[in-house]
């Protein structure tokens, strides 16, 4: 396969999975679209940002607080509650003082309630509204939690928000809408059966379930709201909501309103205790049944980071599968043992004193030396050594000298040592003069 066929082949499967990607890797309900990624898109996240916004921050509220209501003031919560409570610097000298806080979840810990309670019973206002609220003021709030179920809900694309009193007679209806549309969620209320601790009393409905309640605590009061969404920008731009709202605040002590844009940010590692029931989202699906996987395709950053992780993998396994060969065993050079075994030989007839047939060795190991460095084979003829002192450079005479030592050697059958000796000092004379 050729370097550029590779590219094409590259290049489809990149777009191939890029169209894949853009029709089948959106999520049905929650996946950005590339218009909520400008400047100028709508996000329909519940965030309850009170800098935001968008349909379901909490800027309006938050301006009402600031210029809408009178004889009220407002500061912002920007550290956890244990933070502001144990810094004498941060916390503010008026009283009395309104803790007002909207989001999904209030996320506190066990301290940081008793630390709210203690603010209250001192004689200011504790005003939550959240769908879920921490056990340890649930069971302050409620006498017999432990038997009953504090919250029911309802599954609707609205709900129907009502008060008991206070001059507010119409009915406030709440649509959740997303991108336009709507989709049914789960609305959230208090069930009938749970008894009220310190004075609690029904405020407000949603449907035909109590939403809104109203607790004495000590020389101040709690007021628990199960709808958050009624507070957002969305609903307060309706002429009734804003009316809803404004009967909702009149409940409100005057005071200095300690704006919470902190804690519904705050991450749970697991030492926060929730009621135990199963959350679930706009959609009816339980929270603790979702899968990272999941969590992955309804973000699309990750969900294209995820994708191109995978391509990347499936590129990697095509082009270094077909490139890569298996790894080749590593085989060892001949040597060329055939000095060795001479000179084994050599010592063995030494030994034995066998010097003719160490002679018979040492004549064959000079053919074969002058045969393959000089290309010159054997002859019994004068021109041979002729041919050997035009390339070796050596004399004629010290050539026939050595031969004729092989030829008188070879045919005795008893050989001196100096006889040996003295052929062995030819040849290595002649050994270092060849060129």
Known sequence: MGASTKYVIMLVLVLVLGLIVYFFGGSSQQASSLEQRTVDSINWEETYDSKSKHPYGTYFIRNIFENGLEEHSVK???????????????????????????????????????????????????????????????????????????????????????????????????????????????????????????????????????????????????????????????????????????????????????????THYAYDDGTMEFDPGNVSDNNGRYLNDHTTLDFLLNNLPLRWGYFIILVGILLFVIFSGKREQKIMPTISSNDNSSLEFTETIARLYLKQNQHNKLIVHMENIFKNKIKSRYYIAYSDEDNY?????????????????????????????GVSDDYLVNLYKKLNNFYKKAK
């Open 76 to 262: 912002d919560i920007n550290v956890s509650v244990q933070s502001y409570f144990d810094s004498i610097d941060i916390q503010i000298k008026a009283q009395p003082i309104t803790y007002f806080f909207v989001g999904k979840s209030l996320n506190l810990y066990n301290n940081e309630v008793d630390s709210l309670l203690e603010f209250t019973d001192r004689g200011n206002t504790l005003f939550i509204s959240a769908e879920f609220l921490p056990n340890r003021l649930l069971k302050e709030l409620f006498l017999n939690y432990n038997e009953h179920r504090y919250f029911g809900y309802t599954n609707d694309s609205l709900v129907t928000l009502t008060l008991v009193d206070n001059g507010f007679n119409d009915e406030y209806e709440i649509f959740n809408e997303v991108k336009g549309k709507l989709q049914t969620k789960r609305w959230y209320n208090i069930n009938y059966g749970v008894q009220y601790s310190h004075d609690g009393r029904i405020i407000g409905k949603a449907g035909f379930r109590p939403c809104f309640l109203e607790f004495q605590y000590g020389d101040g009061k709690i007021l628990i709201h199960t709808i958050p969404q009624a507070f957002t920008n969305k609903h307060l731009s309706d002429d009734l909501g804003k009316k809803y709202i404004e009967s909702v605040l009149s409940y409100f002590s005057k005071s200095t309103i300690l704006f919470d844009n902190y």
């Open 385 to 413: 050594v002729k041919r050997i002192a035009q390339k070796s450079g050596v004399n004629e005479k010290e050539i026939k000298d050595i031969l004729n030592l092989f030829k008188g050697g070879s045919n005795l059958t």
